[in-house]
């Protein structure tokens, strides 16, 4: 097992070497401990096929590749490198083998994830074929991405956590402790593939857990006797290179090194943040951010806004263009011809539809759809430059109608819909594109990356985490939930009686029209023929 942590320092002007402490001389062997320390954290855990339980090493060992990407559906602001987002809740990118059974991703979906997972009585999950996407790849370089995607909200991982603790932890002490560390983060990712045969898990925390102000005090220790963990407190630092990031800091080997080193590096990045130009080293967030809410009422077309101050909203270089990735569940859909037509777009501020792939039947109910969902890519229009230079308090909206399926009958006059947040970023265009595969910290499989050429570079826009500015809207961090109509089941009785009394009334109504007449006429027939 190889463990790796990394801290990156969010204002370099307050860290000094004296909050960290290494201890080569422990009860329990050598320790690194980090007092107070303001930082972002990523522990990454990478384990070989032969160091997992068997029962879990067959459930990998079905899969060309895996990944699986979880996000939290809590507002935070980004530190680089660990920028690169994806819409909250549980997403998962694969490839099968020819060997694997349709029926292998439910099982373990049901195995490990609640039943309410998607407000039904089970995760809407059939099959692999029929329940998974096929993931649009436009990008030779990305032909070796995972094929198909299975996405299904879920807001906490610790249920899943749970059930992994009682089936594979058993009584291992450090999978206890690794577990317990993990459910407090905001991000997860597992990545499997079947040429390494190696199982990475990669937790996110984006501030210390607890009191923010207190930053991280935690002490680390070596699982065993003959491990080590990488462990390197970082800053990121200014660079004239503007496809490059870098660094400098303090790297240490728990287990061989007596006391960190100091070190400064620098890497190529396909994620990267948007920055605003200082004079002094401290680099400060980019004021472009964005907020998503739902038009009030929704009704059965809600139309979706992405909403950004106008005054902010200008391109980071010529190259690049705002986009917009939207994950779907299966209860909305996008009518992908109302986006042909330019006028149209126009008046909603976009420029195209980039992609869409997954459930676009335009009429089927929501419970005979099987897949579960759809996902879009949208390229957006930005305001014109007297626009934005004169308007210095004003916003810029860029509106995105869908559709909403109609839902199983339930015991309630509504039920609710999760909507996740959609990831928003400039797709700029990078010279070096083929080095940026050497960064150690970037991720892969967001489910968008394919959709654009090798030489690409993505600058995330951050979330504001808040849209309650529309009356009405209900929000839950960077979820929104639209409330929808359905038969009450409570009243089901009433309305199936009234309808087959409005049937009868309907029947005996025409009778008397049509026989009624009939006898009329008979009636003038007959006077007719005694005068």
Known sequence: MKQRITYVVQNPEEFSPEQLVVNNEGDFGPSFTLKGVHAAKEHRITLSLDELPKELSKVFQQWHELHIRWASPKPYTATPPFTSRVSPGLHVFFTPLDTTPENALCETLRSFVPGDLTNDERPKCSSTNDTSIKLPILSERFSMSASSQYYAYLESLNYFIGRFRESFCRKRMQCYENLRQFSSALYIDIDYDTISRTVVLTAGWPRATGAIEDGWDETITLPSEDATVEIGVLSHEPNSDPEDIQFGGFLTVLGQDERPKATRFQTPTRHYPLLQSSSTATLNPHPLTFTTSFNQPTGLHPTLTLTFPSQHLTPPNPSCKLHTHLTLP???????????????????????????????????????????????LFQLALPPLHHASSNTQGTWNSSIPLHLRYLPASAASHTSVPVPWPVVFWACRAEEGAKQSSNPFDRMHLGYEGLFGPKTRFMHVEPSGASGHIEGAKSDGLVEWIEVPVLDTRWSGWVEGGTVGMVVLAFLGLCWVLFGKTDGRREVEREKKKQ
């Open 330 to 376: 299966s209860a909305l859909f996008i009518d992908a011809y109302q986006f042909s037509d330019a006028l149209f777009l126009a008046s909603k501020n976009l420029k195209s539809l980039r992609s869409l792939a997954g459930a676009t039947d335009l009429e089927a109910p929501n419970w005979v759809v099987q897949q579960w969902g759809s996902a879009a």
